[in-house]
């Protein structure tokens, strides 16, 4: 298995109880997992565990037969090859769209950013949208930048919590159906999170449920 998290416990400080409670998935390489459950459920906390933006009570996590973190190790989340797009995009407002997929390629040379940059503008169909800042932008083409940005170091999985809580209902199926087809083309292995049942099923392989931070039931996506 690509991914396997096992047995995963994590509590806020001062928080009455657990907020995931022996959270266990395995994922397959190119697989599209989605976390569905209401708000304030752990939801995004599971995602800021495997990223390595919070360490965990208990449990283990490991991605390619690499254990990223158990009671004896931690790799921190800039060594994880995990990428991770925020609700609110975290777009640099002073960036263009160029520079804003730029950022985070760090070890190549200005002829292969500029290829990148170029490569990942295509594949989110913003090739003309290269010298624009995000606030000429529509909500759905911010977002496809945000994922546009977090593909570029070539992660080996992607992380996307709540992608399409800020798109307007009209606008929502379909930019859902081109994120979609990107995450595909790329066959990137993904885990996203949503309170949205339509979204989890157009976008998933497979359904986590998650209730009160335990895992109610896993199931596929073409019998939910």
């Given amino acids: 298995m690509f991914i396997e998290i096992e047995d995963l416990c994590f509590r806020y400080p001062n928080a009455p109880k657990a907020v995931i409670q022996d959270f266990s998935v395995t994922i397959e390489h190119g697989e599209v997992i989605c976390i569905l459950g209401e708000s304030g459920g752990g939801k995004s906390?599971?995602?800021?565990?495997v990223a390595g933006l919070e360490i965990p009570s208990k449990g283990r996590i490991k991605i390619n037969e690499i254990t990223m973190v158990d009671q004896s190790v931690f790799v921190p989340p800039e060594k994880r090859g995990v990428g991770m797009v925020f609700q609110d995009y975290a777009l640099f407002p002073h960036?263009?769209?160029?520079?804003?997929?730029?950022?985070?390629?760090?070890?190549?040379?200005?002829?292969e950013k500029d290829f990148r940059i170029n490569q990942m503008l295509d594949l989110v169909n913003l090739g003309d949208y290269g010298k624009r800042y995000p606030y000429e932008l529509s909500g759905g083409q911010q977002q496809r930048v945000a994922i546009?940005?977090?593909?570029?170091?070539?992660?080996?999985?992607l992380l996307l919590d709540e992608p399409f809580s800020n798109l307007d209902t009209e606008l929502r199926s379909k930019i859902?159906?081109?994120?979609?087809?990107?995450?595909?083309q790329t066959s990137i292995t993904v885990i996203f999170v949503t309170h949205d049942k339509e979204d989890a099923k157009a976008m998933a392989d497979r359904i986590v449920i998650l209730k009160e931070g335990k895992i109610v039931e896993i199931v596929d996506s073409i019998l939910f």
């Avoid at 906390?45 to 565990?49: A, G, K, M, Q, S």
């Avoid at 940005?149 to 080996?156: D, E, V, Y």
């Fill in 95 to 111: 960036m263009t769209v160029s520079e804003n997929i730029r950022f985070g390629l760090k070890k190549m040379n200005n002829k």
């Fill in 176 to 184: 859902r159906e081109e994120i979609n087809i990107i995450l595909k």
């Fill in 45 to 49: 906390t599971v995602l800021r565990l």
């Fill in 148 to 157: 546009a940005r977090t593909l570029a170091p070539k992660p080996s999985l």
